[in-house]
Each structure stands twice: as structure tokens, then as C-alpha cells.
């Protein structure tokens, strides 16, 4: 069942126009990962969504009902987390959650261990420092509990770990992990890595438009298949020469060896022979499973042609 979809969305600033007719379907409890480079429009899409900026034609649609630019009941239900979260530097953990939680209207009853609980979910819960004293990773941690003290049913996370360090996104995949057992997310990144271990569908965005949408399993499946190499003669010879073959496509060096796509996959046997008759002596070939990030480059190098 679909959550969240976007219709036509188009969105100018003065003459230069950041988003053209793009299209994306959110289904119920699935992490969609919204991908594209720093500037491809996935910010702009986002605060379209939650209409924190004006967009010119497209329809908005959040839970089968059009999302009106003016009205606060559609978002009641969605959590937002920015990318770069600000918050009172003098207050607690607790005190900020407490500010959000009166602010939404929610049970009084219900308080005290509606924030107890949240807090343990993004481990603050011992945390009694004031804001101010919070590392990036932590103030990460705090955007995500507001976002779920009033228990959305969809979460709109844009970049949350761009700025992080290794130990700081690990901690922030964890917690989307533990998330998509009981809600939607919306997770825009360029980070593909951390995209790829976390999300079951992948929207990709270039220069304000839609490139493709698709689960992530086709995505990587549908592509050739991929081989890497190792060989006795320097690299940088062997990829010169296997490039002249005419045979090959996508061939550059990695991990200490060669990774390759045959253009044509009938030609496995003419792409041993050239190399026996080159000299080229291979020492580990095996099929290469392709990243994500091979993948975008893919993409985003045929759709320049």
C-alpha cells in the first residue's frame, strides 16, 4: 500500500528550475532511499513534501490524500529529521522532548514515559548534559527522538549521517534498522554505502529529475554481470590493452586488480583468446557483484549520452 507519492512535482527559482515533473511512490514500511549528488534536488524535494517551500505545478499525496500546502493535519502524522538539526543549546535531552511533546498537544498522563522511552531508543535515555555539550553524532540522535515523539507513520530523514564519523553512522543505520520494523522512512542520502545496507527501494535524482525508482535487489541484478581480475603483468599495462579489445566496457582498477564488464556476454571465449594472445597471465578471476555506487556511476554516465 502506498504511503507517500509525489506527482509531478515542479519547483522554480526565479528562472533555473531545481525539480522537473519528478515522480516517486513511498509504499508502507519500506526505507526508501532517495539518492542523488549534493545539489540533485533531494532537499528541495523533501521540503516540497512538507510544504516548507512553495513549488510551482504537482500534487503531493500522504496516505491516499492530497497533502494542501496550507494545512498542518497531513503532517501531524510525518517526522522530519534535517540535515543539519538546531536545537536550545541550553536545555537537556529530556527538556527539549518535553518542549515537543506539549507542543504536539499529547497526553499529559503519558509524558514522562513517552520521552524515557524515546530517549532509550536513540540511547540518550542516561544523558544529562545540556545541549550545548553534544557531539554531531549525539544532536543526530536527539533530531531522530523529536521526530518520533508523536509516533508518525512516516519519517522524512534528509542526509542524517552526511556529517557523520564511521562509529556515528553505524549508530544512526541501527536505528533506521529498528525504525523500519514499525514505520516508513524516507531516507535521502548521498552516502550510497550506507543507502545500500539499509533500504528496500531506490528513487535516483540527477539534476532535478527522476532517473529511475526501483528495489534495490533489481537494481544491482539487472545490471551485466561484472568480473574481477588479478594478473601477473602490471595493471595499468592490462587495462590499456584489454580497452583496445573493443570488448569490454566499465574496465578500471580496483582492490589490486581489474574489474570488468563484457559488452556482449556470448564473447566470454574471445575475450580469453585475446588475452592469451596479448600474454596477459591471470592469476584470480571470479564474478564481481556490483555496489551501488557502481551502479550510480552506471547510470548517471549512460544517461550523459
Same mark, same amino acid.
Given at each position: 500500500?502506498?504511503?507517500?507519492?509525489?506527482? $509531478?512535482?515542479?519547483?522554480?527559482?526565479?528562472?533555473?528550475?531545481?525539480?522537473?515533473?519528478? $515522480? !516517486?511512490t513511498?509504499?508502507?514500511?519500506?526505507?526508501?532511499?532517495?539518492?542523488g549528488?549534493?545539489?540533485?534536488?533531494?532537499?528541495?524535494?523533501?521540503?516540497?513534501?512538507?510544504?516548507?517551500?512553495? *513549488?510551482?505545478?504537482?500534487?503531493?499525496?500522504?496516505?491516499?490524500?492530497?497533502?494542501?500546502k496550507?494545512?498542518?493535519?497531513?503532517?501531524?502524522?510525518?517526522? *522530519?529529521?534535517?540535515?543539519?538539526?538546531?536545537?536550545?543549546?541550553?536545555?537537556?535531552?529530556?527538556?527539549?522532548?518535553?518542549?515537543? *511533546?506539549?507542543?504536539?498537544? !499529547?497526553?499529559?498522563e503519558?509524558?514522562?514515559?513517552?520521552?524515557?522511552?524515546?530517549?532509550?531508543?536513540?540511547?540518550?535515555?542516561?544523558?544529562?548534559?545540556?545541549?550545548?555539550?553534544?557531539?554531531?553524532?549525539?544532536?543526530?540522535?536527539?533530531?531522530?527522538?523529536?521526530?518520533?515523539?508523536?509516533?508518525?507513520?512516516?519519517?522524512?530523514?534528509?542526509?542524517?549521517?552526511?556529517?557523520?564519523?564511521?562509529?556515528?553512522?553505524?549508530?544512526?543505520?541501527?536505528?533506521?534498522?529498528?525504525?523500519?520494523?514499525?514505520?516508513?522512512?524516507?531516507?535521502?542520502?548521498?552516502?550510497?554505502?550506507?543507502?545500500?545496507?539499509?533500504c528496500?527501494?531506490?528513487? !535516483?535524482?540527477?539534476?532535478?529529475?527522476?532517473?529511475?525508482?526501483?528495489?534495490?535487489?533489481?537494481?544491482?541484478?539487472?545490471?551485466?554481470?561484472?568480473?574481477y581480475?588479478?594478473?601477473?603483468?602490471? !595493471?595499468?599495462?592490462?587495462?590499456?590493452?584489454?580497452?583496445?579489445?573493443?570488448?569490454?566496457?566499465?574496465?578500471?582498477?580496483?582492490?589490486?586488480?581489474?574489474? *570488468?564488464?563484457?559488452?556482449?556476454?556470448?564473447?566470454?571465449?574471445?575475450?580469453?583468446?585475446?588475452?592469451?594472445?596479448?600474454?596477459?597471465?591471470?592469476?584470480?578471476?571470479?564474478?564481481?557483484?556490483?555496489?551501488?555506487?557502481?551502479?550510480?556511476?552506471?547510470?548517471?554516465?549512460?544517461?550523459r549520452?
Open positions: 500500500m502506498i504511503i507517500l507519492e509525489v506527482k $509531478n512535482l515542479n519547483k522554480f527559482y526565479g528562472e533555473f528550475q531545481a525539480l522537473e515533473n519528478v $515522480n !516517486l513511498v509504499k508502507k514500511n519500506e526505507v526508501y532511499g532517495f539518492i549528488r549534493n545539489g540533485a534536488g533531494k532537499t528541495t524535494t523533501i521540503n516540497s513534501i512538507l510544504s516548507l517551500i512553495d *513549488y510551482q505545478s504537482g500534487e503531493v499525496f500522504f496516505d491516499g490524500e492530497k497533502v494542501s496550507r494545512s498542518m493535519h497531513d503532517k501531524r502524522d510525518i517526522g *522530519y529529521v534535517p540535515d543539519v538539526p538546531s536545537f536550545p543549546r541550553y536545555l537537556t535531552a529530556r527538556d527539549f522532548l518535553g518542549f515537543v *511533546y506539549d507542543t504536539y498537544q !499529547l497526553p499529559k503519558d509524558k514522562d514515559q513517552a520521552i524515557k522511552t524515546i530517549l532509550g531508543r536513540v540511547q540518550l535515555e542516561d544523558n544529562t548534559k545540556k545541549i550545548s555539550g553534544y557531539s554531531r553524532g549525539m544532536k543526530q540522535r536527539l533530531a531522530i527522538a523529536q521526530a518520533l515523539i508523536h509516533k508518525p507513520k512516516l519519517l522524512l530523514m534528509d542526509e542524517p549521517t552526511s556529517a557523520l564519523d564511521p562509529m556515528g553512522r553505524k549508530d544512526i543505520l541501527d536505528i533506521i534498522r529498528e525504525l523500519k520494523k514499525e514505520l516508513t522512512i524516507l531516507y535521502s542520502t548521498h552516502i550510497l554505502e550506507d543507502a545500500q545496507k539499509v528496500d527501494t531506490i528513487g !535516483l535524482i540527477e539534476g532535478g529529475k527522476m532517473v529511475f525508482e526501483k528495489p534495490l535487489k533489481t537494481i544491482i541484478s539487472d545490471r551485466e554481470q561484472a568480473y581480475m588479478r594478473t601477473v603483468e602490471p !595493471l595499468e599495462q592490462v587495462l590499456r590493452t584489454i580497452k583496445d579489445s573493443q570488448l569490454v566496457t566499465d574496465e578500471h582498477i580496483y582492490n589490486g586488480g581489474i574489474v *570488468y564488464t563484457l559488452k556482449d556476454a556470448g564473447k566470454t571465449l574471445d575475450f580469453q583468446r585475446f588475452l592469451n594472445q596479448h600474454n596477459i597471465a591471470i592469476t584470480y578471476l571470479q564474478p564481481y557483484e556490483k555496489s551501488l555506487e557502481d551502479v550510480f556511476v552506471e547510470v548517471l554516465h549512460e544517461n549520452h
